[in-house]
C-alpha cells in the first residue's frame, strides 16, 4: 500500500501559476505510474497528468503545455507545475498511484487539493 498527501493547493488569479506536490509513503521507485486527477463539481474525475516509472509522461489535450508533471525520488515526491491557469482548471486536484501486478492494477488516492481560479 501507498499513502498519498497532496498540497500546494489555493487560489490563484487567471494566468497565475501553482506548484502541487504529492508525498508518497514509500519509494516511488517501486510505484509504476503516479498522476494527477482534477474533478470540477458536477464533472467526472479526469486525467490531468501521469509519470511513469520509465520517466513517460502523458497530459490532458486541455493542459499540454501549460502543464508539467515531474518527480523527486528523494523526497518521494510527485509534483504538478501548472502556468497559464484558467478559471477552468478550477477543480479537486487528487493524486493518483498505480501499481501493477501482471493484470491487476491496485490504484491509490490522496484526499485532494482544491485549485481555484478565479477571472
Same mark, same amino acid.
Given at each position: 500500500?501507498?499513502?498519498?498527501?497532496?498540497?500546494?493547493?489555493?487560489?490563484?488569479?487567471?494566468?497565475?501559476?501553482?506548484?502541487?506536490?504529492?508525498?508518497?509513503?514509500?519509494?516511488?521507485?517501486?510505484?509504476?505510474?503516479?498522476?494527477? *486527477?482534477?474533478?470540477?463539481?458536477?464533472?467526472?474525475?479526469?486525467?490531468?497528468?501521469?509519470?511513469?516509472?520509465?520517466?513517460?509522461?502523458?497530459?490532458?489535450?486541455?493542459?499540454?503545455?501549460?502543464?508539467?508533471?515531474?518527480?523527486?525520488?528523494?523526497?518521494?515526491?510527485?509534483?504538478?507545475?501548472?502556468?497559464?491557469?484558467?478559471?477552468?482548471?478550477?477543480?479537486?486536484? *487528487?493524486?493518483?498511484?498505480?501499481?501493477?501486478?501482471?493484470?491487476?492494477?491496485?490504484?491509490?488516492?490522496?484526499?485532494?487539493?482544491?485549485?481555484?481560479?478565479?477571472?
Amino acid at each position: 500500500q501507498v499513502q498519498l498527501v497532496e498540497s500546494g493547493g489555493g487560489l490563484v488569479q487567471a494566468g497565475g501559476s501553482l506548484r502541487l506536490s504529492c508525498a508518497a509513503s514509500r519509494s516511488i521507485f517501486s510505484i509504476n505510474i503516479m498522476g494527477w *486527477y482534477r474533478q470540477a463539481p458536477g464533472k467526472e474525475r479526469d486525467l490531468v497528468a501521469s509519470i511513469t516509472s520509465g520517466g513517460i509522461t502523458n497530459y490532458a489535450d486541455s493542459v499540454k503545455g501549460r502543464f508539467t508533471i515531474s518527480r523527486d525520488y528523494a523526497k518521494n515526491t510527485v509534483y504538478l507545475q501548472m502556468n497559464s491557469l484558467k478559471p477552468e482548471d478550477t477543480a479537486v486536484y *487528487y493524486c493518483n498511484a498505480g501499481m501493477i501486478r501482471g493484470p491487476t492494477r491496485n490504484d491509490y488516492w490522496g484526499q485532494g487539493t482544491q485549485v481555484t481560479v478565479s477571472s
